[in-house]
Structure formats: C-alpha cells, structure tokens
C-alpha cells in the first residue's frame, strides 16, 4: 500500500511539474501532459492528478483541457467548469460556439520536448 501511494505521488509531482510549465494563453490536453511527465497512455492519471490539487493551489490547473479542446465536465460541478473557462479567456483563451478551444491556436508547444515527444504530440497521440 505505501508503494502505491509513494508510486502516485511520484506520478502526481512529475504531472504538476509539466503542467506548473504550460504559458499563460496556451493549453496542454491531459494526454500530453501525461506523454511529458513520462507516463504515455495515462491521461487519466492526469485527471485525478488534477482532481486531488487543493482549492486555492497556484498551479495552472485550468490550462490542462480533453484532447477535443474542450473544458472536461466536473462531477456534479458545473461552476468548476465554468471557472476553468473563464481564468482561460482571462489569459486569451478563445471557445468557439461549440465551447471548444482551438488546439492549433492554443496549444503548448513545448520548446525543450525532445523530437520523439513533439512528433507523437503533433501527430494527436498524446
């Protein structure tokens, strides 16, 4: 039991280094940041992540967005979702009519990614 909770802090502070990363005005889908923080195919380890952060934490939780550019829904938190939205138009963020952000204008590009890891980004893998 002690092995998994260290394995998942592990995890947790390598997804919150990635994610402490991403500039103001862009977005990271949670399938990136997990291809970052060097746990491919775990994007849902990315949303828990996210989901145990504190209230009040100044990570940029709200950058972190579902791979079809939208704002994931909150169980049962329909003001959660609503603030993510909001602190991202606050950066420039902009949402077409569908609520989706465009991932072409908007997403992270990390510079210090090394080729293999922007390629499978770029190519949607992430």
């Not at 005005?25 to 949670?30: H, P």
């Not at 939205?85 to 963020?93: I, K, S, T, Y």
Request: aromatic share 6%.
């Amino acid at each position: 039991m002690a092995r998994r909770v260290r394995e998942e802090s592990d995890s947790y502070g390598r997804i919150y280094a990635v994610v402490r990363r991403i500039p103001r005005g862009r977005v990271a889908t949670y399938g990136q940041v997990a291809l970052l923080a060097g746990l491919p195919r775990q994007p849902r380890l990315v949303g828990y992540a996210m989901h145990a952060l504190p209230n009040g934490t100044d990570l940029p939780w709200h950058r972190v967005i579902n791979a079809q550019g939208r704002v994931s829904a909150r169980a049962g938190n329909d003001a959660g979702s609503l603030r993510q939205r909001v602190l991202l138009e606050a950066e420039g963020v902009q949402f077409d009519a569908a609520g989706r952000v465009s991932l072409v204008r908007h997403g992270w590009k990390p510079r210090r990614a090394g080729r293999a890891v922007t390629a499978r980004v770029r190519a949607g893998s992430a």
